[in-house]
């Protein structure tokens, strides 16, 4: 049976992809660095917990403000020439951030970086619809999400060790390595960015709106908005204040752990559930489908989230953090994926994507600030149940969305993408369509 074929004889990823992996790899390894050390870096300024979440959702608010830019540049200019000048943006806000004298100049550099970051996430994602075989958008997925999720198990426990040293040595290595992140795109996709530039891309941008009126985008954006606020905001900005307070002197199996140490390997754990989960999730959703691998992830992160700051036990917190990473791994890929699917490889893909972004952005903006608050005001268990709630919408707004990933033929692989909305006809009695 040709689904059988494509689980036993799976074609190498096309060079273009390895190649953006490689890159997210890099940056991955940098990010891990900083992400444990930046709440206590903002702390280090005597900020409160509500004040070191808001250097997060700075970061994320400036990514949301010009996500829409970010997509109209990528369709102008092309992907790869984007994805650059966003990761180099970023390596000169790194490199500003570990000098930074005040507060303020904190969340001045990290706002900066923001710019950058959505620059070169759209492009990014945009890349890689254009660029994936439909039979292996999930696992093209896979590996991209796997490259950075790697690169943030190594980087945390690195992070948590060079802390003895300052704070502001993971920033200016960080910074290093997306200016090499930035190089190797630069000399490997020379042919594709100079390809671009001759011929042009003469292919059709998707109109946001026929996005917006598939059932399917509608889920992607609220699920997107969940894992925003739980992924990118809460687990950078309140776990590492959390596992760092409420483990100051933690003993695991005989280890004497201090807080930094627990907020990296709370990270790490994460990061290990996540690339694990990765691993199955992102050929399965080649094979049965995205929509119940996305509510699995959703559902699981919110069951463990919720528990994260109602255990005393330093070894089932980390064992939390391990199984809520392996929700968030089960739902990554096959969410991507799906906009893919809606995509397809013939449209570009900037809007679309940049809007997926910004859903993702403004939950990893209010996510911060309010469960911050929520911990100031009745405790850190509060933080984490709203989280909790918010993953659980997640998955109520996928269980009314169609499946994308539909066979081109019964009983065949996966690998057709949804069709352009049209509507029907008023007097059209067939099957609802998806």
Known sequence: ???????????????????????????????????????????????????????????????????????????????????????????????????????EQLIAFRALGGIGSTLFTVSAMAFLARKSPPAMRGRVSGAYASAFLIGNIVGPIVGSVLSVFGFRIPFLIYGT?????????????????????????????????????????????????SNGWATFGVRNAITPLYAAGAFT??????????????????????????????????????VHGRKPLILLGLTTTAVFTSVIGLVGSPLLFLLACLLAGAGTGTLNSPQQAAISDMVGQDRKAGPVMSTAQMSADLGAITGPLIAGALADAFGWQWAFLATGAVLAIGALAWLRAPETNRPVTPGGPRTGALPTVVPPPPTSTGPERS
């Open 249 to 286: 002197t933690a003993a695991i199996g005989g280890w004497h752990v201090d807080g930094a140490m627990m907020a990296g390997l709370s990270l790490s754990l994460f990061a290990a559930g996540n690339v694990t989960a990765v691993t199955f999730s992102s050929r399965l959703s080649d």
């Open 177 to 225: 390595a997306l200016v090499a992140a930035a190089g190797l795109v630069f000399v490997q996709l020379k042919d594709v960015r100079l390809a671009d530039r001759a011929d042009g891309d003469a292919r059709p941008s998707m109109p946001l709106g026929e996005a917006v009126r598939l059932p399917a985008y509608r889920a992607v954006l609220t699920s997107f908005f």
């Open 1 to 103: 049976m040709p689904a059988r074929t494509s689980r036993t004889h799976r074609p190498p990823l096309p060079r273009e992809i390895r190649v953006l992996v490689g890159a997210a790899f890099i940056i991955a390894i940098g990010f891990g660095l900083i992400a444990p050390l930046l709440p206590q870096y903002a702390h280090s300024f005597d900020a409160s917990a509500t004040a070191a979440a808001a250097v997060v959702s700075a970061f994320g608010l400036t990514r949301l403000l010009f996500a829409p830019v970010s997509g109209r540049l990528t369709n102008r200019l092309g992907e790869t020439s984007v994805y650059m000048a966003g990761v180099l943006i970023v390596a000169a806000s790194m490199f500003l951030t570990a000098f930074a004298q005040t507060f």
